[in-house]
């Protein structure tokens, strides 16, 4: 295996897992967001409450992207078996 090749691996693997994670942290953010900004406006400032409701998200988006996400991984697997990175 060549630098080249090796580099476009790592490329490959880098931005496969940042497709696949993100809708899941998105998810997290966008609820995490909107918990925020109920707080600052009801000036509730209860730390615990951001995490239940974001954990909660996370869960649900992890269970609906699942299928897709195994899929992806499934063809990148057979892509790097079958000898033909970065296409």
Known sequence: M????ALDMGRSAFFMAMA???PILLIGMAVGLVISIVQ???QLQEQTL????KILAMVLAASYFI?????????YTQLMFSGVPGS
Do not use: K
């Not at 951001?50 to 409701?53: A, E, G, I, K, Q």
């Open 20 to 22: 696949t994670s993100a």
């Open 67 to 75: 299928p897709w996400i195994a899929t992806r991984m499934l063809n």
């Open 2 to 5: 060549e630098l080249g090749e």
């Open 50 to 53: 951001t995490f239940v409701p």
């Open 40 to 42: 600052s406006v009801t």
